[in-house]
């Protein structure tokens, strides 16, 4: 199994900055696409940033210039800096990776999803 936890959340005044961190943990063989998701209250859970294996990344457009994905492969973790906080921003923020689990390779790339952190951002 693999297994994701967020940490970082907590609550920010408007134009403040957080920084979520995500590690991956369990029986990993190797892990392909690592994401942030943001669920706001009442609302359905979007895509807020994307980083691949290799590097490639890409964000929403409410993001881009405010937040910042990175990704630590040595430690299985990727990170989302935010800065220039909006109110906006609040929401459940989930980390997501798609991997393969060592004790089922032959099963391939398989979702995994974290518990979610909440961010909450004043104005």
């Known amino acids: 199994q693999v297994q994701l936890m967020e940490s970082g959340g907590g609550l920010v005044q408007a134009g403040g900055s957080l920084r979520l961190s995500c590690v991956a943990s369990?029986?990993?063989?190797?892990?392909?696409?690592m994401d942030w998701y943001r669920q706001a209250p009442g609302k359905q859970r979007k895509l807020v940033a994307t980083?691949?294996?290799?590097?490639?990344?890409t964000y929403a457009d409410s993001v881009k210039g405010r937040f910042t994905i990175s990704r630590d492969n040595a430690k299985n973790t990727v990170y989302l800096q935010m800065n220039s906080l909006k109110p906006e921003d609040t929401g459940v923020y989930y980390c997501?990776?798609?991997?393969?689990?060592?004790?089922?390779?032959?099963?391939?790339?398989?979702?995994?999803w974290g518990q979610g952190t909440r961010v909450t951002v004043s104005s």
């Open positions: 980083i691949t294996s290799g590097g490639s990344i």
């Open positions: 997501y990776c798609n991997a393969v689990d060592r004790r089922i390779v032959r099963l391939g790339l398989r979702d995994y």
């Open positions: 369990g029986s990993i063989f190797s892990i392909n696409v």
